[in-house]
């Protein structure tokens, strides 16, 4: 056996080499050895499960990968709507289509004599507003036409699609057999409006048969067309005239503009000679339209909108911030004259006798007859309105018992009972809110033998079948007819029903009139005030507008100019506004014929005095917000804080201060006691004028709100604040920006001084603003108390600032001491006490001891006070 010696194996150990390639050796021996095992692993079902494992994990997130990537770029998911659920009420004469379908209504629509189509969309506030009105109009005259209403923003619906454009809802149209459409084109959706709208549809064109009907026709319009024609020669000129009367509608949907015919030799009556003719009887003048020219629709509405004169105007704004008013205040003056509009009445009283102010006022030519018209012949129809209403209240007293005994069988019959004894009166009061859960059952007037009895609860709704087979048998139980000619009695048709029936409407206007608001009555006897004001409108170059305006719907505008019209006598005001002098003058009397010109006449003179808003009128119908309240509440909480940091900041004795002392308040003033307050007061007054819509003004506030609680302690000085927007004040007083602070020096409020607008606003500047304007005794005061509010360490520069200014003080009272040789002792003293404050400041170690000063200061400023010279 070979074996090493001892020799050899020390020698091969010192060998620097030989280790080298064993340990070379070694290395390819593991290396080889664990590539082997790499290979045994490799081979192992194990790790080819794991591996094939990890390449599966793999292609499975790229496939989702892809799965998501396809859907996304499909686009967003679109939920199906909510199905639509009906948006008038059960038992409702509306027809609903909420799932938006047009061909039943366009099938229906070319069936009636007129109908109406409601527009809507159900979650527009303005169709929802407009939905009881349009419910009421359809209970009045649903004999007389068709209504329906359409859901035009359900998805996919036949309107949506054809009405895609339309930006606004609802939109109500009327629309003849023929499919010739009118839009009603205001935005006032009442009752009573809709009401009117819908009676102007129904009677387009009055027919007028003498001189005397056409006068009183023109009392209560602004200016009639009269169409002379032959109805059978000239059809198509009274298509025509017919279809103008309706496309006028829109532009005059409350029919201040009438539209009359006279038939074949009629005319010869009226001075007309040649027919066809169509003339415009103005208030000044007659117009004859020009018979070359054809007959066309657009033609005519275009030749009266051209020729039309008003010498007043009712206004009817779509807003709340209309641009109604602008056009007409630029050309000049405007007399506003606010009272309430019944439009379910034909006439109104107050706005007959602004037409005759208005004709008097523009009688340039001094025309014998318009001074006939306007003091002798409105007039009179303003007395006969008045006794025409009486008895038609007369008539309707006597149709009530007569009505109510001719449906008590019907009545009856209704599973609910009536709550009034007279049927007619339950119909209004139905037609107010047809989904409330307390109406009762209504019964329309009429005859036994149409009488409709109907509950509008959902527990009683009697069906039309059941009506109908109720009154055939009562028909054929009670029928004594030997032919089948119906006489005058029975026949709906004949001239007795249709009077009857045209009675019973009036009194259902009336009830309604009633019902919305009194009807009122000016009572002028005398028209000898219109001599003062006959001719004016020529006499002076102001362009005079009078427009009359509704004080119940738009009362709002009178409260912006500062008139709380609904709380005055009648709810009636009338104001001139004159845009190029900034004024408004209020009449501040009953308006009447006498009272108004009077009013008109002082204008024009100038002998009216200017009218000031005032922001201290709480409105019925506005949000009233106390700030004076806010303010103060506010303050006091805050300064419970702040006195709280202050003491644990600066371990300063305030226990001495009182609470009461701590309450700051910047009083709310208005236009009313601005003079009492500011001007007439014994005090130094720091007024900021500011405006809701100033956005500096808010900072200013803040900045004044601070300076006063630095000061709440002082006496002799006042923080007051007024809106300059609503409060109206004397030219020498009114800002023309905002925020604008000016103080009022308590020795002499005409020394006035204004915060500059090239400053930047904050509590130093404004701090410095104040006590700039006060004298020397309050100034030094005013410095301590804002050293003493201070809470940062700035103690070095509040003593170099009442060091100043206490030097600056006793140079001004050596020069009086030269002055006033009877005053040196009282002088020597303050002089003295000056002094000694101004030694005690070098012994300030924090703003603790500035209470003291404060203490010393007002003992100082009694002595000032006895002296009379600071």
Not at 313 to 323: M, Q, T
Not at 633 to 649: D, L
């Amino acid at each position: 056996m070979l074996t090493k010696s001892d020799d050899d194996q020390n020698s091969s150990d010192n060998n620097p080499v030989n280790n080298e390639i064993i340990s070379d050796e070694n290395q390819l021996d593991v290396s080889s050895r664990s590539s082997s095992i790499d290979k045994l692993n490799s081979n192992s079902p194990i790790m080819k499960i794991f591996s094939y494992s990890k390449e599966l994990v793999l292609i499975f997130a790229f496939i989702l990968t892809t799965i998501a990537t396809i859907q996304n770029n499909s686009g967003p998911k679109i939920i199906r709507s909510p199905p639509p659920i009906p948006f008038f009420s059960k038992g409702s004469f509306v027809e609903d289509y909420y799932y938006g379908q047009l061909y039943p209504t366009q099938t229906k629509v070319t069936l009636s004599e007129l109908s109406f189509v409601f527009y809507y969309a159900p979650w527009s506030a303005e169709s929802q507003n407009a939905r009881s009105a349009f419910e009421h109009v359809s209970r009045l005259f649903y004999k007389e036409a068709y209504f329906s209403a359409i859901n035009c923003w359900q998805p996919n619906s036949e309107c949506r699609l054809q009405y895609s454009k339309i930006i606004s809802w609802p939109i109500l149209m009327a629309y003849t057999r023929n499919g010739f459409g009118v839009q009603y084109q205001k935005n006032l959706w009442t009752e009573s409006a809709l009401t009117k709208f819908v009676t102007s549809m129904l009677n387009p064109i009055n027919r007028l048969t003498s001189p005397e009907e056409l006068l009183d026709f023109m009392s209560s319009r602004d200016c009639v067309i009269v169409a002379f024609i032959d109805h059978e020669a000239h059809s198509k000129q009274y298509s025509s005239f017919y279809r103008a009367a309706l496309k006028f509608i829109e532009k005059d949907p409350f029919r201040e503009v009438g539209f009359g015919i006279v038939l074949g030799q009629t005319g010869v009556e009226f001075g007309v000679d040649q027919i066809p003719a169509i003339r415009a009887y103005l208030w000044n003048e007659t117009l004859e339209y020009n018979g070359n020219i054809t007959w066309a629709s657009k033609d005519i509405t275009k030749w009266i909108q051209d020729n039309i004169q008003q010498v007043s105007l009712y206004l009817s704004p779509p807003g709340i911030k209309s641009s109604s008013l602008a056009p007409y205040m630029k050309q000049g003056p405007v007399l506003l004259l606010f009272t309430p509009r019944n439009l379910y009445l034909d006439f109104s009283d107050s706005y007959v006798m602004l037409r005759q102010i208005g004709m008097e006022y523009y009688n340039c030519k001094d025309d014998d007859w318009v001074h006939e018209v306007a003091r002798d012949f409105l007039l009179h129809k303003r007395i006969q309105n008045r006794e025409k209403l009486k008895e038609l209240q007369k008539q309707c007293y006597k149709l009530m018992h007569m009505s109510y005994q001719s449906n008590k069988p019907m009545i009856r019959k209704c599973n609910k009972p009536l709550t009034s004894t007279v049927s007619y009166l339950s119909v209004l009061n139905a037609s107010k809110n047809l989904e409330s859960n307390k109406m009762s059952n209504f019964c329309e007037i009429n005859e036994p033998i149409s009488s409709k009895c109907e509950c509008m609860s959902d527990n009683c709704l009697e069906t039309s079948h059941n009506m109908y087979s109720y009154e055939s048998n009562n028909l054929a139980s009670n029928s004594k007819y030997s032919t089948s000619m119906l006489d005058n009695k029975n026949d709906e048709k004949s001239p007795e029903a249709i009077n009857k029936y045209n009675t019973r409407r009036q009194c259902q206007m009336l009830r309604l009139a009633e019902e919305r608001s009194e009807i009122q009555f000016i009572d002028d006897k005398d028209t000898a005030p219109l001599k003062l004001i006959s001719g004016l409108g020529c006499k002076s170059n102001k362009t005079f507008t009078l427009i009359s305006m509704d004080s119940v719907s738009f009362h709002t505008f009178a409260e912006r100019l500062g008139v709380d019209i609904l709380e005055l006598e009648n709810k009636t005001a009338a104001m001139i506004m004159d845009q190029d002098n900034e004024s408004t003058y209020l009449l501040d009397e009953p308006v009447s014929l006498n009272s108004l010109s009077r009013f008109i006449y002082s204008f024009h003179r100038d002998g009216l005095q200017r009218f000031l808003r005032t922001n201290s009128i709480q409105y019925r119908h506005t949000h009233f917000f106390d700030i004076n309240q806010f303010l103060v509440v506010k303050s006091q909480e805050t300064i419970k804080v702040e006195n709280n940091e202050f003491s644990n900041k600066k371990k300063c004795q305030v226990s001495d201060v009182k609470e009461e002392d701590s309450h700051i308040v910047i009083r709310e003033i208005n236009s009313e006691d601005f003079d009492s307050v500011v001007i007439k007061s014994n005090k130094t007054v720091v007024i900021l004028f500011y405006s809701t819509n100033c956005a500096f003004c808010s900072m200013m506030s803040h900045s004044l709100l601070t300076v006063s609680r630095i000061l709440h302690k002082m006496p002799n000085i006042e923080f007051v604040r007024i809106e300059g927007d609503k409060n109206d004040l004397p030219w020498q007083y009114t800002m023309a920006e905002f925020p604008t602070l000016l103080v009022f020096p308590s020795h002499s409020k005409s020394d006035s001084r204004k915060f500059s607008s090239k400053m930047p606003i904050n509590v130093t500047n404004v701090l410095g603003f104040v006590l700039a304007n006060l004298n020397r005794s309050y100034r030094l005061l005013g410095l301590v108390m804002a050293c003493n509010y201070k809470r940062q360490n700035s103690t070095n520069d509040c003593i170099l600032a009442i060091q100043e200014e206490i030097t600056d003080t006793i140079s001004y009272a050596l020069r009086e001491w030269r002055k006033h040789s009877r005053k040196r002792s009282a002088l020597l003293r303050i002089i003295k006490q000056l002094k000694e404050i101004y030694l005690r400041l070098f012994s300030i170690e924090n703003s603790c001891n500035f209470i003291e000063i404060e203490r010393d200061v007002f003992h100082l400023i009694r002595r000032w006070q006895k002296v009379k010279i600071f």
